[in-house]
RNA sequence: GGUGGGGUUCCCGAGCGGCCAAAGGGAACAGACUGUAAAUCUGUCGUCGUAAGACUUCGGUGGUUCAAAUCCACCCCCCACCA
């Protein structure tokens, strides 16, 4: 059976499934962050419960610490931290680009200096998979360079040729075997349409299980994010998962499903969690402002999570104002419910193809934000 | 009763003749956050004004000086030690 199935379209929006060596995955799917092995302020269970299929893991920091040959030896990823559900892990090719000041790109990897320790490491596509491999990743990455919004034309081509050239030693370095733990390759070239292109011809030619697209939402305008992933429709195999890396706001999210997106996975539920920033029906909300503290309410009164069933805004206020722990919690399982349910409802609505009035919701709650998405126009 | 040390803008606390509306924290009030070096970062924070600027503040009252939160006198509080 092959690893992916498209179940029904509307539009060019996709409901699928993903199945991994830890289960399936049903797509379009939001995937929480857990960097270091843990999804910040919430456990395995409270994940299970409100509904996570798949979480992330990655490379650069696990295999700094606690070191991905511990990780093995205590069961993997999925035995260490107690989560028997799907993980896929990030290469580190984020860190060439938020750690831009500790490293350095070479044709053969990238050189790290720890932010931990200041030590030296080396990064390889090799090694990336080495690791990934010790970890038991479901879905690896290829070790890619992601540049920031902005770079030039001559940059950006470099680090396509970068990553097409690494994309091919990852393969080589890995094919899934019948445990089939999945690779999947990583489209770069910033916001310029002939290295996109380029990029995920390149890709394809060399055939991977998934396809990511990278190095977006990182500053560039909306418009051209969608304007990338449209363009990039045609290319990409219609029979294999596309996974927008790093992505994004709920509407960020809701628009690339329109653009036939599968995955996603975002910092934003628990960062912003963690800094007082919730995601409502009515839109963003900050608890920490004056006006929620009297404020009896619910949370959402449309969320059915432990947070809003049990708490009132006055309350997480006070938590969140008071620097409580059970702030982080409460608001991170409430974000992160946000976006599993946006991600469950956009595949019912594919399903049942009423997507575009889906989304309409979702752009009445950021009416702002939506504005942002014009110009998106087809190409 | 004696000796010494203090009273600074909401709180703590620097300043000790002009560069002071007054450092630095905290609190408060806003904002940001997109493959997590993030329980982080940014802004505002005496009054009026978009601003330039004007005005009112450093326990109280007088005084010295071109100029005082800063020097002097007296007074009122607080703290420590001694009787």
């Given at each position: 059976m092959d690893h992916f199935e498209v179940l029904g379209t509307d539009g060019a929006a996709r409901a699928g499934l993903l199945r991994t060596a830890h289960g399936v995955v049903e797509t379009p799917i939001f995937m929480p962050v857990g960097?270091?092995?843990?999804?910040?302020?919430?456990a395995p269970d409270d994940l299970a419960d409100i509904g996570a299929q798949i979480i992330l893991g990655n490379t650069y920091h696990l295999y700094l610490r606690p070191g991905d040959e511990l990780v093995a030896r205590h069961g993997g990823l999925h035995g260490f931290s107690s989560w028997d559900k799907p993980i896929l892990t990030d290469s580190g090719g984020f860190q060439v680009f938020s750690l831009s000041a500790l490293r350095k790109v070479t044709d053969d990897g990238v050189e790290f200096r720890s932010h931990l320790d200041g030590s030296r490491h080396l990064f390889t596509p090799e090694k990336v998979i080495a690791i990934q491999r010790n970890l038991n990743s479901d879905v690896m990455m290829q070790l890619d360079e992601c540049l920031p919004y902005g770079a030039s034309h001559k940059d950006a081509a470099r680090a396509v040729e970068h990553s097409a050239r690494w994309a091919m030693r990852c393969r080589e370095a890995y094919r899934p075997g019948a445990a089939g733990n999945l690779l999947f390759g990583i489209v770069q070239g910033v916001t310029y349409p002939d290295l996109r292109e380029q990029s995920a011809r390149a890709l394809t030619d060399i055939g991977f299980e998934g396809y990511a697209i990278g190095g977006l939402a990182v500053g560039e305008p909306k418009h051209m994010m969608l304007g990338c992933l449209r363009r990039l429709h045609p290319i990409l195999p219609a029979d294999k998962p596309r996974y927008l890396m790093g992505v994004g706001t709920p509407l960020d999210i809701v628009h690339a499903i329109a653009e036939g997106v599968d995955m996603f996975d975002c910092v934003l539920p628990t960062r912003n969690a963690r800094n007082g920033t919730l995601y409502t029906s009515q839109g963003k909300i900050n608890i920490k402002r004056k006006e929620y503290a009297e404020d009896d309410g619910p949370l959402d009164p449309e969320c059915s999570c432990y947070a809003c069933r049990n708490f009132s805004r006055a309350y997480l206020r006070h938590l969140y104002v008071s620097k409580e722990l059970l702030s982080f919690r409460l608001n991170s399982l409430h974000n992160l419910t946000y976006f599993l349910k946006l991600a469950r409802g956009a595949r019912k609505a594919i399903l049942e193809g009423r997507f575009q009035a889906f989304k309409a919701t979702y752009e009445a709650a950021y009416p702002d934000e939506d504005a942002l998405f014009e110009g998106a126009g087809p190409e």
């Amino acid at each position: 059976m092959d690893h992916f199935e498209v179940l029904g379209t509307d539009g060019a929006a996709r409901a699928g499934l993903l199945r991994t060596a830890h289960g399936v995955v049903e797509t379009p799917i939001f995937m929480p962050v857990g960097t270091v092995g843990s999804v910040k302020a919430v456990a395995p269970d409270d994940l299970a419960d409100i509904g996570a299929q798949i979480i992330l893991g990655n490379t650069y920091h696990l295999y700094l610490r606690p070191g991905d040959e511990l990780v093995a030896r205590h069961g993997g990823l999925h035995g260490f931290s107690s989560w028997d559900k799907p993980i896929l892990t990030d290469s580190g090719g984020f860190q060439v680009f938020s750690l831009s000041a500790l490293r350095k790109v070479t044709d053969d990897g990238v050189e790290f200096r720890s932010h931990l320790d200041g030590s030296r490491h080396l990064f390889t596509p090799e090694k990336v998979i080495a690791i990934q491999r010790n970890l038991n990743s479901d879905v690896m990455m290829q070790l890619d360079e992601c540049l920031p919004y902005g770079a030039s034309h001559k940059d950006a081509a470099r680090a396509v040729e970068h990553s097409a050239r690494w994309a091919m030693r990852c393969r080589e370095a890995y094919r899934p075997g019948a445990a089939g733990n999945l690779l999947f390759g990583i489209v770069q070239g910033v916001t310029y349409p002939d290295l996109r292109e380029q990029s995920a011809r390149a890709l394809t030619d060399i055939g991977f299980e998934g396809y990511a697209i990278g190095g977006l939402a990182v500053g560039e305008p909306k418009h051209m994010m969608l304007g990338c992933l449209r363009r990039l429709h045609p290319i990409l195999p219609a029979d294999k998962p596309r996974y927008l890396m790093g992505v994004g706001t709920p509407l960020d999210i809701v628009h690339a499903i329109a653009e036939g997106v599968d995955m996603f996975d975002c910092v934003l539920p628990t960062r912003n969690a963690r800094n007082g920033t919730l995601y409502t029906s009515q839109g963003k909300i900050n608890i920490k402002r004056k006006e929620y503290a009297e404020d009896d309410g619910p949370l959402d009164p449309e969320c059915s999570c432990y947070a809003c069933r049990n708490f009132s805004r006055a309350y997480l206020r006070h938590l969140y104002v008071s620097k409580e722990l059970l702030s982080f919690r409460l608001n991170s399982l409430h974000n992160l419910t946000y976006f599993l349910k946006l991600a469950r409802g956009a595949r019912k609505a594919i399903l049942e193809g009423r997507f575009q009035a889906f989304k309409a919701t979702y752009e009445a709650a950021y009416p702002d934000e939506d504005a942002l998405f014009e110009g998106a126009g087809p190409e």
